[in-house]
């Protein structure tokens, strides 16, 4: 018998119930194939649940074998004192790629292209920032520092610093989300404040010199696409919209398409060559995989990203996260599985040298 797991980076999280049921089918089967395009975003502890799916303890060892001989960890203290502990590090890091590329085939999009006999596709990807006027950067600097800030004589406070990061990209993104109390209920009510323009006006002078582009936009958030969606309507540009409230029919037959970066993983949307990234998360997978839908293996040949980004904000550190999580993937499934054949090539014609030498001094 023999059991498949498809985006296999979904079990990932050694803990999570899915990753549990998926490593506990996985025993009952002789053969098993995890399949995944992007199989990490941050660390080495992301391998383990994935590899345990596909050898239960053989390749790694119980989860806590792994932390123990791989993972170095530091203990961090809470403001209510507590402590816990934090990966800082890893050991062995060799011995980790060496038993992650024994039990793996990898092979990238521009490889599978050259299979093909077509070129690898160019990309092209451009920061395009602005500056926040006055009034914006007044509110962002007084949130980033007090944790609260007033907005039309509604004050708005950020109870954890964890959520602090989500409402300074609001901010730059020109609105910030309020929830509201109602009295006697536990909905709330949800609040949309205006904050500035800079990035909508921005995003609309460079929409403007595209000519006759598709293009997908990017947001993370629902009332990003909607304030965009209204400045479409008054120019008379044609859209379509791609979240959880608007579904997909399959055909990019208008402008531009306003994609909630979470909802759009499994769309083909290469009719564009163009990616806007209006506002994204911290999540390498997610970006990843959400910017890949405008590549075609046999149709594109070239795309361009282009990152709206306010300057000296947060999005500085987006976009470096972003970067800093691709380089490591890169590192761990591209550069050392190309290390390793450039070194069995070396060694083979190393040993080739050798065989030619013997028979001349044979002959």
């Given at each position: 018998?023999?059991?498949?797991?498809?985006?296999?980076?979904?079990?990932?999280?050694?803990?999570?119930?899915?990753?549990?049921?998926?490593?506990?089918?996985?025993?009952?089967?002789?053969?098993?194939?995890?399949?995944?395009?992007?199989?990490?975003?941050?660390?080495?502890?992301?391998?383990?649940?994935?590899?345990?799916?596909?050898?239960?303890?053989?390749?790694?060892?119980?989860?806590?074998d792994f932390k123990d001989q791989y993972l170095i960890f530091e203990e961090r203290q809470r403001r209510d004192k507590r402590t816990y502990p934090v990966i800082v590090g890893y050991r062995?890091?060799?011995?980790?790629?060496?038993?992650?590329?024994?039990?793996?085939?990898?092979?990238?999009?521009?490889?599978?292209?050259?299979?093909?006999?077509?070129?690898?596709?160019?990309?092209?990807?451009?920061?395009?920032?602005?500056?926040?006027?006055?009034?914006?950067?007044?509110?962002?600097?007084?949130?980033?520092?007090?944790?609260?800030?007033?907005?039309?004589?509604?004050?708005?406070?950020?109870?954890?610093?964890?959520?602090?990061?989500?409402?300074?990209?609001?901010?730059?993104?020109?609105?910030?989300?309020?929830?509201?109390?109602?009295?006697?209920?536990?909905?709330?009510?949800?609040?949309?404040?205006?904050?500035?323009?800079?990035?909508?006006?921005?995003?609309?002078?460079?929409?403007?010199?595209?000519?006759?582009?598709?293009?997908?936009?990017?947001?993370?958030?629902?009332?990003?696409?909607?304030?965009?969606?209204?400045?479409?309507?008054?120019?008379?540009?044609?859209?379509?919209?791609?979240?959880?409230?608007?579904?997909?029919?399959?055909?990019?037959?208008?402008?531009?398409?306003?994609?909630?970066?979470?909802?759009?993983?499994?769309?083909?949307?290469?009719?564009?060559?163009?990616?806007?990234?209006?506002?994204?998360?911290?999540?390498?997978?997610?970006?990843?995989?959400?910017?890949?839908?405008?590549?075609?293996?046999?149709?594109?040949?070239?795309?361009?990203?282009?990152?709206?980004?306010?300057?000296?904000?947060?999005?500085?550190?987006?976009?470096?996260?972003?970067?800093?999580?691709?380089?490591?993937?890169?590192?761990?499934?591209?550069?050392?599985?190309?290390?390793?054949?450039?070194?069995?090539?070396?060694t083979a014609r190393k040993g080739a040298r050798r065989i030619r030498k013997t028979r001349a001094l044979l002959a």
């Amino acid at each position: 018998m023999m059991i498949i797991a498809d985006e296999a980076h979904m079990i990932k999280k050694p803990g999570a119930a899915q990753s549990r049921f998926a490593r506990t089918l996985a025993k009952r089967c002789q053969w098993k194939l995890a399949l995944t395009g992007t199989p990490i975003d941050e660390g080495f502890e992301q391998y383990w649940a994935v590899f345990d799916f596909i050898g239960k303890n053989e390749i790694f060892g119980t989860y806590g074998d792994f932390k123990d001989q791989y993972l170095i960890f530091e203990e961090r203290q809470r403001r209510d004192k507590r402590t816990y502990p934090v990966i800082v590090g890893y050991r062995y890091t060799e011995e980790i790629m060496e038993k992650i590329h024994t039990y793996s085939y990898r092979i990238t999009f521009n490889e599978a292209r050259k299979s093909m006999g077509k070129q690898p596709v160019k990309v092209r990807r451009k920061k395009v920032k602005f500056d926040l006027k006055r009034n914006t950067r007044h509110i962002y600097d007084e949130l980033r520092k007090d944790l609260e800030t007033t907005i039309e004589d509604i004050t708005i406070d950020v109870p954890l610093p964890m959520h602090l990061i989500q409402k300074l990209q609001q901010v730059c993104g020109g609105h910030l989300l309020h929830q509201e109390r109602i009295p006697g209920e536990k909905k709330r009510k949800r609040i949309v404040l205006p904050v500035g323009t800079e990035k909508l006006d921005r995003l609309m002078g460079l929409l403007s010199g595209f000519g006759q582009e598709k293009v997908v936009i990017c947001c993370r958030f629902t009332h990003e696409i909607e304030s965009i969606a209204k400045e479409f309507d008054e120019f008379g540009w044609t859209y379509k919209i791609i979240s959880g409230q608007h579904e997909w029919d399959g055909q990019f037959d208008v402008d531009f398409v306003l994609l909630q970066v979470k909802s759009g993983l499994g769309f083909d949307l290469s009719a564009a060559n163009t990616y806007v990234l209006y506002s994204w998360d911290h999540s390498h997978i997610t970006f990843e995989q959400s910017r890949m839908r405008i590549m075609h293996m046999e149709n594109t040949d070239w795309v361009k990203y282009f990152f709206l980004m306010a300057r000296d904000t947060i999005e500085d550190e987006y976009y470096e996260a972003i970067a800093k999580k691709k380089d490591f993937s890169t590192l761990v499934l591209d550069r050392y599985r190309k290390k390793k054949v450039r070194h069995r090539r070396g060694t083979a014609r190393k040993g080739a040298r050798r065989i030619r030498k013997t028979r001349a001094l044979l002959a």
